[in-house]
């Protein structure tokens, strides 16, 4: 059993998660749980710092009950390291994974996210990582996270012209997106002439892999 753990508390982000995830790796048995303790986005370290305690209770759940692995469903990698120290499988943040995945497919690589808010966690993130030499930039698209929820069409209008500057101004080989909430760009990708990596799809192959 691998669990998506959702550190925010919107229902529906989680159902998407665990819809991509078994999507992506058909027959693999994909539970979500939703962390209705936290916050109901995650924008910037004040709400991670809020989602942790909750998460890290919901981490120690999925051991008990025999998780194969665990992935934290916040691109953040929110309450990753504390997380690990928990749990006896493996703990994968989707971007962590998203990184790495972004790395195979060329030398750098740009982020585009929600707010600027989150651009500071995320740079922490990659610099930790050792991925400081392939990134390009991490943008910000100006979209918050429920609106990739609520306003889906206008939210992926902004974001796709975020990935068109990316592509004109980065020199870069591949865009990873930078939000759970962004899980349906990866399909709704025809007219990105470049790969767009999601995290969720990244860490649910790693996570089959045990």
Request: charged letters at 20%.
């Amino acid at each position: 059993m691998i669990v998506i753990i959702n550190p925010n508390s919107t229902v529906s982000m989680t159902d998407a998660m665990v819809q991509t995830a078994r999507k992506a790796v058909p027959g693999l048995n994909v539970v979500g749980w939703t962390s209705t303790m936290g916050p109901p986005a995650i924008q910037g370290a004040q709400d991670g710092d809020a989602a942790i305690p909750p998460l890290l209770e919901l981490v120690k759940m999925a051991d008990d009950e025999g998780a194969t692995a665990v992935i934290i469903g916040c691109f953040d990698d929110t309450g990753l390291y504390a997380a690990r120290e928990l749990a006896s499988c493996p703990v994968i943040g989707i971007g962590q994974a998203a990184y790495h995945v972004a790395s195979l497919f060329g030398h750098r690589f740009s982020v585009v996210t929600t707010l600027d808010v989150s651009v500071p966690v995320l740079a922490a993130n990659i610099s930790s990582y050792g991925l400081n030499k392939n990134l390009g930039c991490i943008r910000a698209s100006g979209v918050p996270v429920l609106a990739l929820e609520d306003d889906r069409e206008n939210a992926t209008r902004q974001v796709k012209a975020e990935i068109r500057t990316a592509l004109r101004e980065d020199d870069i080989d591949s865009i990873v997106l930078g939000c759970a909430g962004m899980v349906h760009i990866v399909d709704d990708s025809d007219d990105v002439p470049i790969k767009l990596i999601d995290g969720v799809h990244a860490a649910v192959h790693l996570a089959s892999m045990f």
